[in-house]
Nanobody
Framework: QVQLVESGGGLVQPGGSLTLSCTAS????????MAWWRRAPGKQREFVAQIYSGGGTTYLDSVEGRFTISRDDAKNTMYLQMSSLKPEDTADYYCYVPQLATWGQGTQVTVSS
């Protein structure tokens, strides 16, 4: 059974930084692309970033240059380093395995002064 557990969310001021983690179990982690999605209050869930098994990455235009997705296959963990955070980045952030259509439970990020 695949399990995805996110952590690292919280309250941060505009311009601040935060790093999210997603640890997976029940899969051969290194074989799978992994992604971050988010859902802002009152909005639909949107793609944020993806990292492929080979390390290639893609980003939502509005976060490129501010967010960095990475993975540590030895730890079965994916990360999202977020910097220069803006109030519009406020959302629940979800870990996702596209090939398995499996979601984590989400972690809340609030950007506010």
């Amino acid at each position: 059974q695949v399990q995805l557990v996110e952590s690292g969310g919280g309250l941060v001021q505009p311009g601040g930084s935060l790093t999210l983690s997603c640890t997976a179990s029940g899969i051969i982690f290194r074989l799978y692309a992994m992604a971050w999605w988010r859902r802002a209050p009152g909005k639909q869930r949107e793609f944020v970033a993806q990292i492929y098994s080979g390390g290639g990455t893609t980003y939502l235009d509005s976060v490129e240059g501010r967010f960095t997705i990475s993975r540590d296959d030895a730890k079965n963990t994916m990360y999202l380093q977020m910097s220069s955070l803006k109030p519009e980045d406020t959302a629940d952030y979800y870990c996702y395995v596209p090939q398995l259509a499996t979601w984590g439970q989400g972690t809340q990020v609030t950007v506010s002064s």
